[in-house]
């Protein structure tokens, strides 16, 4: 599985930004699509996650501003990303789980929250 993402850049505390990412490969193996985010000095956390039958996880800082979305048919997932704050500076990956148990990985994209 091979992942593209795109979005993210620098934004003002309160604004949004929406993060797409495009999958391609052995997509029949695909199970959950997801984001995830790493700050400096800190270790990858969980943004929010989307099953193939649509079923969301979020983490608790994503509750209520950010939303994880999925077009099947362009085998794509998206996160918008309302409300932002400074703590939401970040490198944001794309993320795939398959049936074989292995995570695939984006190339990660910057999200800086700044006035």
């Known amino acids: 599985v091979q992942l593209q993402a795109s979005g993210g850049g620098l934004e003002q505390p309160g604004g949004s930004l929406r993060l797409s990412c495009a999958a391609s490969?052995?997509?029949?193996?695909?199970?959950?699509m997801g984001w995830y985010r790493q700050a400096p000095g800190k270790q990858r956390e969980l943004v929010a996650r989307?099953?193939?039958?649509?079923?969301?996880n979020y983490a608790d800082f994503a509750k209520g501003r950010f939303t994880i979305s999925r077009d099947n048919a362009k085998n794509t997932v998206y996160l918008q990303m309302n409300s932002l704050k400074p703590e939401d500076t970040a490198v944001y990956y794309c993320?795939?789980?398959?049936?074989?148990?292995?995570?695939?990985w984006g190339q990660g994209t910057q999200v800086t929250v700044s006035s």
């Open positions: 993320n795939v789980y398959t049936w074989t148990a292995t995570n695939y």
């Open positions: 490969g052995s997509l029949y193996a695909i199970m959950t």
């Open positions: 989307i099953t193939n039958g649509g079923v969301t």
